[in-house]
């Protein structure tokens, strides 16, 4: 079956640890996205790639980052320097043709104590 | 700048009722496309429906139905007949351009209960 694979879907780390948050996805799809979530926030965007060996920051870049190294493949890194790193995070991807939707994974949620 | 407001934070009715959640959207584009996501407990999103700019057609597919309007910058959905399983938290989200690969703006979404 295609789609978008996260894992965890729980992770908790320590205070001032970086922490990988894993998206693959094979549904051939070109660009790829991160969304972050918060209670009452809707989402938003921290990352995305519209193409491999190259991304945008979204919205809320700060204390994130992402490499893009294959089509399939776009992880999250979550740094120290990120203030308030405990979320939902979401992965999506689309294929850029007339299609238009974003899918989504089932999400990370990520605890930081 | 684009933008999308969810003027309702929570909403809820008791099954069977009839219910409109209510989006309105900001963008300086003629091209842009609006959807609807759905988001379960589970917390994976679900599409429901994607809207081009040009078509102010209203949809129709089975319970659920939406309504565009370009001249109020709205795209509100109906919820016809609730049922408990219609309780999640559901988007509104934007995309200008008419790139498919442009990232999507979300409202900060509105969540449904439907009481038994």
């Known amino acids: 079956d295609g789609g978008i694979t996260q894992s965890p879907k729980y992770l908790f780390r320590k205070e001032g640890q970086n922490v990988t948050l894993s998206c693959e996805q094979n549904?051939?799809?070109?660009?790829m996205y991160w969304y972050r979530q918060d209670p009452g926030q809707g989402l938003r965007l921290i990352y995305y790639?519209?193409?491999?060996?190259?991304?945008q920051k979204g919205d809320i870049a700060e204390g994130y980052s992402v490499s893009r190294e294959k089509k399939e493949s776009f992880p999250l890194t979550v740094t120290s320097a990120q203030k308030n790193p405990t979320a939902f995070y979401l992965c999506?991807?689309?294929?850029?043709?007339?299609?238009?939707?974003?899918?989504f994974g089932p999400g990370t949620r990520l605890t930081v104590t | 700048a684009q933008k999308v407001t969810q003027a309702q934070t929570e909403i809820s009715v008791v099954e069977k009722e009839d219910v409109t959640l209510d989006c309105v959207y900001e963008?300086?584009?003629?091209?842009?496309?609006l959807f609807w996501y759905k988001q379960p407990p589970s917390g994976e999103l679900v599409f429901l429906i994607r809207?081009?700019?040009?078509?102010?057609q209203n949809e129709i597919s089975g319970r659920y139905s939406w309504n565009f309007q370009k001249s109020t910058s709205s795209f509100n959905f109906t919820i016809t007949a609730s049922q408990v399983v219609d309780s999640a938290v559901y988007f509104c989200?934007?995309?200008?351009?008419?790139?498919?690969?442009?990232?999507?703006?979300f409202g900060k979404g509105t969540r449904l209960s439907v009481i038994a």
């Open positions: 999506a991807s689309t294929s850029g043709d007339v299609s238009y939707e974003q899918y």
């Open positions: 549904l051939n799809h070109d660009a």
């Open positions: 790639s519209q193409i491999v060996n190259d991304f």
């Open positions: 963008t300086r584009d003629t091209t842009y496309y």
């Open positions: 809207r081009n700019s040009f078509d102010e």
């Open positions: 989200a934007l995309s200008e351009h008419n790139s498919g690969n442009t990232p999507l703006v």
